[in-house]
């Protein structure tokens, strides 16, 4: 059985979904606006794409400002200056302190920066507990990286549509 709307249920639809909308809207950063990075390193694109030449890197808590804005991706200034994913940063600025407690309650923000990975303090008191462990295999790993210039080339004759 198919069901019809009226106009007036029609009219309440088309409202919730610009009032959604609007909402979305004012969540996200503009120009001028400053984003902390959240992962441990990120690189900074010289286009808005994933795979190509890179910019540069930041690490976790780099605070960076917007200069535009195309889709998922913001250029900006700052550490280094070019393209990065919304994925890889957090709005606003966030204010990291090592100190323990760090002078009050923890952000929601710089909860989510400290559970992403060791910081050298963490991983230096980590080896210090440890001195059994072997860490070269992830030293190696961490050395290991991957030149964005010719993975471009290579996904660019293998015609495999690098263009995200």
């Given at each position: 059985?198919?069901?019809?709307?009226?106009?007036?249920?029609?009219?309440?639809?088309?409202?919730?979904?610009?009032?959604?909308?609007?909402?979305?809207?004012?969540?996200?950063?503009?120009?001028?606006?400053?984003?902390?990075?959240?992962?441990?390193?990120?690189?900074?694109?010289?286009?808005?794409?994933?795979?190509?030449?890179?910019?540069?890197?930041?690490?976790?808590?780099?605070?960076?400002?917007?200069?535009?804005?195309?889709?998922?991706?913001?250029?900006?200034?700052?550490?280094?200056?070019?393209?990065?994913?919304?994925?890889?940063?957090?709005?606003?600025?966030?204010?990291?302190?090592?100190?323990?407690?760090?002078?009050?309650?923890?952000?929601?923000?710089?909860?989510?920066?400290?559970?992403?990975?060791?910081?050298?303090?963490?991983?230096?008191?980590?080896?210090?507990?440890?001195?059994?462990?072997?860490?070269?295999?992830?030293?190696?790993?961490?050395?290991?990286g991957v030149d964005l210039s010719e993975l471009?080339?290579?996904?660019?004759?293998?015609?495999?549509?690098?263009?995200?």
């Amino acid at each position: 059985m198919q069901r019809v709307r009226t106009s007036k249920q029609w009219f309440a639809v088309i409202a919730a979904g610009l009032a959604l909308a609007g909402a979305v809207a004012v969540a996200a950063p503009k120009a001028g606006s400053t984003v902390t990075v959240r992962v441990m390193s990120a690189k900074v694109m010289k286009s808005p794409k994933f795979i190509g030449p890179a910019a540069g890197s930041v690490s976790r808590g780099d605070q960076l400002t917007i200069a535009e804005i195309k889709g998922d991706w913001y250029r900006v200034t700052g550490a280094k200056t070019g393209w990065i994913n919304r994925t890889s940063v957090v709005d606003g600025k966030v204010a990291l302190s090592s100190s323990p407690g760090g002078g009050g309650a923890a952000s929601r923000d710089e909860v989510e920066l400290a559970g992403r990975g060791f910081t050298p303090d963490v991983e230096e008191e980590y080896r210090g507990k440890h001195p059994d462990l072997d860490f070269s295999h992830v030293e190696a790993i961490e050395k290991t990286g991957v030149d964005l210039s010719e993975l471009g080339a290579f996904v660019e004759e293998g015609g495999l549509g690098g263009d995200q």
